[in-house]
Nanobody
Framework: QVQLVESGGGLVQPGGSLRLSCAAS????????MGWYRQAPGKQRELVAT???????NYADFVKGRFTISRDNAKNTVYLQMNSLKSEDTAVYYC????????WGQGTQVTVSS
């Protein structure tokens, strides 16, 4: 089983930036596909970005050009750099790992508000 711990959420003004981190343990990280999802109040959880074990990246259309996903296999960590944040980016952001299993982190709150 893989354990995932997110960090880096918080309150930021529109146009600001945040960097989320997801630290993984309990597996051979470099073989895992990883992703970030988010869930706003009253809405379904939606995909934000994914990065495969081989480095292939996929973004949701609503974050293209603003968010960047990356991974550091030496640190067992995946990151989500979020720039030009909008109020509609407000949500709980979850880290997801899969590859013969499926694990989720506990989530980290991101609030974009003036």
């Amino acid at each position: 089983q893989v354990q995932l711990v997110e960090s880096g959420g918080g309150l930021v003004q529109p146009g600001g930036s945040l960097r989320l981190s997801c630290a993984a343990s309990g597996s051979i990280f470099r073989f895992n596909d990883m992703g970030w999802y988010r869930q706003a109040p009253g809405k379904q959880r939606e995909l934000v970005a994914t990065i495969s074990s081989g480095g292939r990246i996929n973004y949701a259309d609503f974050v293209k050009g603003r968010f960047t996903i990356s991974r550091d296999n030496a640190k067992n960590t995946v990151y989500l750099q979020m720039n030009s944040l909008k109020s509609e980016d407000t949500a709980v952001y979850y880290c997801h790992a899969w590859g013969g299993f499926s694990s989720w982190g506990q989530g980290t709150q991101v609030t974009v508000s003036s």
